[in-house]
């Protein structure tokens, strides 16, 4: 019986505390100081000139192992000067598709401070020919990165034995 009388006296109790707790709580907060620095120790800086640059760059980061078993996407992060400043694995999928989430690649290139971008995703079958999820995902990608200032200067499909430029073919 006293265990019964207990809970109306600690939900009264409690009532009363909570908010003075919240209202300290949030009187005591501290905002963190964020700082932001980069450095590229990295003497020998890779430039792209074309396609093809791309495609050797993006061909030397993939697991040959896989690349004719689940689609990946990677995105090659660029300076103004088309410099690499790196390559980020977007995503991985199942045979036929993966997820290119383009809030994922425009937060990336923001932190990075990239102004240009080229998507690159293989195709496990071989097929070089974009689909049209392909055309449709470079086109919403380039207006979104637009809004940003981010160019997106291309996206390869690519296999072992070769690649395909979407905005060499015109596609974009």
Not at 45 to 60: G, N
Not at 96 to 106: A, E, F, G, R, V
Request: hydrophobic letters at 45%; glycine letters at 4%.
């Amino acid at each position: 019986m006293a265990l019964f009388n207990f809970f109306p006296v600690l939900v009264s109790t409690l009532y009363r505390v909570l908010p003075r707790l919240e209202f300290s709580i949030l009187t005591n907060m501290k905002v963190c100081e964020i700082n932001v620095s980069y450095s590229n120790g990295n003497k020998d800086k890779v430039k792209i000139h074309s396609s093809q640059d791309a495609y050797k760059i993006a061909l030397e980061h993939w697991d040959m192992n896989t690349i004719e078993l689940q689609e990946e996407a990677k995105v090659l992060l660029l300076n103004r000067a088309n410099m690499v400043i790196g390559i980020f694995n977007l995503a991985r999928g199942g045979i036929t598709s993966c997820i290119i989430d383009i809030k994922l690649i425009l937060s990336v290139a923001l932190k990075t401070v990239a102004s240009n971008i080229i998507l690159v995703h293989n195709h496990p079958s071989s097929n070089l020919k974009p689909s049209k999820a392909d055309i449709d995902i470079t086109n919403k990608l380039k207006i979104a990165a637009t809004t940003l200032e981010i160019v997106l200067l291309d996206h390869l499909i690519i296999t072992k034995e070769g690649y395909y430029s979407l905005a060499d073919n015109g596609d974009m």
